[in-house]
């Protein structure tokens, strides 16, 4: 019903930025809140950054809080995430998800619809 498509993933140094993006398609009436988890081999998906469904509310993972920057865009129907002063541990599978909540939500269990992801790789 819903697709996400990440894409702006690639291989960073540490102390540089790099920008994601995720275009929502299909039907996107329920959507409401966003965000941004990421995963890598043989741990957890853990939260990184979330958006409420009016844009104007953002909760951060304090690991990237400072460095990261979310937002969205309605009629674009686009969600971008903003991240500088990359370190090693940011590399990752990141993922763009929605929620079917107005407000932020940082709970996995509360996203419903999920995108492949896209590789972010930092360098030392």
């Known amino acids: 019903q819903v697709q996400l498509v990440e894409s702006g993933g690639g291989l960073a140094k540490a102390g540089d930025s790099l920008r994601l993006s995720c275009a929502l398609l299909?039907?996107?009436?329920?959507?409401?809140?966003k965000g941004w988890f990421r995963q890598t081999p043989g741990k957890e998906r853990e939260f990184v950054a979330g958006?409420?469904?009016?844009?104007?509310?953002?909760i951060y993972a304090d690991v990237v809080k400072g460095r990261f920057t979310v937002s969205g865009n309605n009629v674009l129907k686009m969600v971008w995430l903003e991240m500088k002063n990359l370190t090693p541990d940011d590399t990752a599978v990141y993922y763009c998800?929605?929620?079917?909540?107005?407000?932020?939500?940082?709970?996995?269990?509360?996203?419903?619809?999920w995108g492949q992801g896209t590789q972010v790789t930092v360098s030392s």
């Open positions: 998800a929605t929620s079917p909540y107005r407000h932020v939500v940082t709970d996995r269990g509360d996203y419903d619809y």
């Open positions: 299909g039907d996107t009436r329920l959507v409401q809140g």
């Open positions: 958006l409420n469904w009016n844009n104007d509310a953002s």
